[in-house]
């Protein structure tokens, strides 16, 4: 918790708030939203503490990124489902933080290890079930270098890569989903 406490640039007390939070788990739920952790992210490099409307740091992270990063290290946990652990690329971005690396190469890193995730998840669920096409697809992938990263990452590993073309990758295309499922069960009564 201190590398974090340090790494952000809050102020001192906002950081001991914060911390004290999370240490309670007060106002912290878990979540397995990759939105929340391009948030967590772009706070610990400094980007933006604060947003103002969905996706706007996230956003702000990728315009700065700079391609061609290694990646910061992540884990994988458990028998069953896939759980991925982000503590060791927490820990690197806010150690990059506290010895001042320049922001769009942490952000850059930071992209590279979310690729490598989707590609290492997806060799997982390949060697268990033989399934060769990956779907990109949720609002994570409106981000244009994180899309591309991985769909360069998968197509290298010999995956066949689908993305939206017509129904858009976040919430209208979760409604529209949505919607056919409503469709289906009217029929079905």
Do not use: W
């Not at 942490?106 to 079930?129: D, K, P, Q, W, Y």
Request: net charge negative.
């Amino acid at each position: 918790m201190d590398a974090l406490n340090a790494a952000s640039g809050s102020a001192p007390g906002a950081r001991a708030g914060v911390t004290e939070m999370i240490r309670k788990g007060v106002n912290s739920p878990l979540t397995s939203s990759m939105g929340r952790l391009f948030d967590a992210a772009a706070s610990i490099a400094g980007v933006r503490d604060e947003i103002t409307f969905e996706a706007e740091a996230a956003i702000e992270f990728e315009s700065i990124a700079s391609e061609g990063e290694d990646a910061y290290p992540f884990g994988l946990e458990g028998e069953g489902p896939i759980a991925i652990d982000t503590r060791p690329l927490i820990r690197a971005l806010a150690k990059d933080a506290n010895l001042g690396i320049p922001v769009g190469r942490m952000a850059g890193r930071f992209h590279s290890a979310i690729a490598g995730m989707v590609l290492r998840v997806s060799e997982i669920l390949r060697s268990e079930t033989g399934i060769k096409s990956v779907v990109l697809s949720g609002g994570v992938f409106q981000n244009r270098l994180l899309s591309e990263l991985a769909e360069r990452k998968l197509r290298a590993a010999g995956f066949e890569v689908c993305r939206q073309e017509r129904v858009p990758a976040n919430d209208g295309g979760i409604s529209l989903g949505q919607a056919a499922v409503a469709i289906e069960n009217i029929k079905g009564r």
